[in-house]
């Protein structure tokens, strides 16, 4: 009687175990929530960029998207177009979110059952006797075996998470390469608008050197004038010359990196002929007025978001992690046929359903601690996230600052410019009147070639900063995404070598319509 109801017993708790495991499942691990801002962001307005907000020529957000076309250079649109198209880091980009869509995929498979195994066997076996008959027979045994580990604590729909993350992060650091490549086409090119404007002034200053030396060589020869006036014009003369090859070697350093970006040959490119209005043209200011910069706008900045989802992608892993310290439950089924070729003799069907368990009860440490790790790395990708927001703001800061600062040392250099063009006037009219020596002809000259050379070096620096500050704010990245990530004729090359199906020829989200998605097998629209 008690050994009866003692099985009894421990078949009612079985089965009151059982109930109790199906009712807990769910998807363990957190469930990612986008990360809060840096706390020293709060109500941070922009900093240095607020001094901006009155001033004519200050970046307005309607402009960030294709800022450069603010420059009203048609060249340097064709330029970055190209570059954003054919450079091979945009290209190897591209491809990395053909990769994260292919592992995307493979996370979705395991929804399904993940055994699926067919096999097969033909087996032909013969005897031969001496002095009597040959026997011979075939055997065929087919089977086909199916497991399929049920979802029952999320494990597998975390790894889809963790993966639809990734393709994310993929297509956020396709971004980033766009803004990096529309920055550095555009530094580049305002380097060498600003080298050939140097190279201008450097030649204009030295033809008006030379004329100065060949007059005080004139006078020396005809003894009106001492010969340390010709040798202080021949000194000031060469000295300028001398500042011309390495600006000539500068310029054409930033030509072959323009053209390597470009994915071309190095060297001058045709369309960039020189002009005297290039560095003008790069200091033309976009208009617009920014009124606000709330902390939030730096969340747009692709390198940002890509840090955003790696941070969602490491909390699915926590989940995933975490599922591995309940059981598993699996269905199990095969199906097999057998035959010989004896006659009389049968086929066989069989068949088998039934469902697994496995828990690994005892882990020692090993399961448990293999969630701690994943925790860990989810909080090491948070303070880089904090990291990466600090330092856009940063980014911005540090543009802004040299933008407004910049812009006011122009406007006294160009009122220097003028005042050193005038005393060398009067310096030489002085001279050629014979009020005074020709020592202050050459301080004016020499004072002329540095307030000009300072100028268009600070032109240089004032578009420099607006380029940076446009590549703080993260802009120069959505017209990439109405393009193809991978162009036709790569596409052709790899359709020829794998079966990509429409992996290759998905068309990216809209700007904007990026955001993580609830597991859906690993397919996205």
């Keep these: 009687m ?34 809060d801002m840096p706390a020293a962001l709060a109500g941070w307005d922009g900093g240095s960029l607020a001094s901006l907000k009155s001033g004519a020529g200050a970046p307005g ?15 340097l649109d064709a330029l970055i177009a190209e570059a954003q198209r054919v450079n091979p880091t945009v290209r190897a980009a591209g491809l990395r979110i053909m990769e994260a869509r292919a592992e995307l995929g ?78 550095q086409v555009a530094s580049l090119y305002c380097t060498i608008r600003t080298t050939e404007a140097r190279l201008t002034i450097a030649r204009d200053n030295a033809a ?34 001398s500042t011309i090859p390495p600006l000539e070697i500068g310029l054409r350093q930033a030509q072959n990196a323009l053209s390597i970006l470009l994915a071309r040959a190095p060297g001058p490119l045709p369309e960039m002929k020189a002009k005297e209005d290039g560095l003008h043209t790069m200091t033309r200011l976009p208009a617009g007025l920014i009124t606000e910069l709330p902390a939030d706008l730096l969340r747009r ?38 035959a010989t070729s004896l006659d009389g003799a049968p086929r066989v069907l069989n068949w088998a359903l039934g469902s697994g368990l496995l828990w690994n009860v005892f882990d020692h440490g090993r399961l448990s601690n293999g969630v701690l790790v994943q925790d860990a790395r989810f909080q090491q990708l948070y303070e880089q996230y904090q990291g990466a927001v600090l330092n856009a703001a940063r980014e911005v800061d540090d543009a802004a600052a040299g933008f407004a600062r910049t812009g006011a040392q122009i406007v006294l250099l160009v009122d220097g410019v003028k005042a050193a063009r005038r005393s060398l006037d009067i310096a030489s009219f002085q001279y050629r009147e014979g009020l005074t020596d020709f020592q202050r002809v050459l301080d004016s000259q020499r004072s002329l070639f540095s307030q000009q050379e300072l100028l268009a070096t600070s032109q240089g620096s004032l578009a420099q900063n607006l380029i940076a500050l446009y590549k703080a704010m993260g802009g120069g990245w959505e017209q990439g995404r109405s393009r193809p990530p991978v162009d036709e004729a790569t596409r052709a090359v790899m359709e020829r070598r794998s079966d990509w199906k429409d992996v290759l020829r998905a068309p990216l989200p809209a700007p904007g319509a990026e955001g993580l998605q609830a597991p859906d097998g690993g397919r996205r629209p």
């Excluded at 957000?61 to 060249?75: E, K, L, N, P, T």
């Excluded at 004329?211 to 006036?229: C, K, M, P, V, W």
């Design 61 to 75: 957000r309607g402009s960030i998207q294709q800022w450069w076309r603010g420059f009203d250079d048609a060249v």
């Design 301 to 338: 900045r692709p390198d940002v978001r890509a840090v955003e989802m790696q941070l969602a992608a490491q909390s699915a892993l926590i989940g995933v992690s975490a599922a591995e310290l309940y059981p598993s439950i699996s269905l199990l089924g095969s199906v097999g046929l057998s």
């Design 106 to 183: 493979i996370a979705g498979s395991t929804l399904y059952p993940q055994g699926q195994q067919l096999s097969s066997e033909l087996l032909r076996v013969g005897q031969r006797r001496a002095g009597g008959p040959d026997s011979s027979l075939s055997n065929f045994d087919t089977h086909l075996d199916i497991s399929w580990e049920l979802d029952f604590w999320g494990k597998f729909k975390r790894g889809i998470e963790a993966a639809d993350a990734g393709y994310l992060a993929s297509i956020a650091r396709y971004d980033d390469v766009q803004v990096l490549m529309a920055a």
């Design 2 to 35: 008690c050994g009866a109801l003692g099985k009894r017993s421990g078949r009612g708790a079985l089965a009151l175990a059982g109930v109790a495991l199906l009712g807990a499942c769910g998807t363990v691990g957190p469930d990612f929530e986008r990360p």
């Design 208 to 241: 008006l050197q030379l004329r100065s030396l060949e007059i005080t060589e004139l006078l020396f020869r005809g003894g009106n004038e001492a010969e340390l006036d010709v040798q202080q014009a021949r000194t000031l003369y060469l000295g300028t010359l």
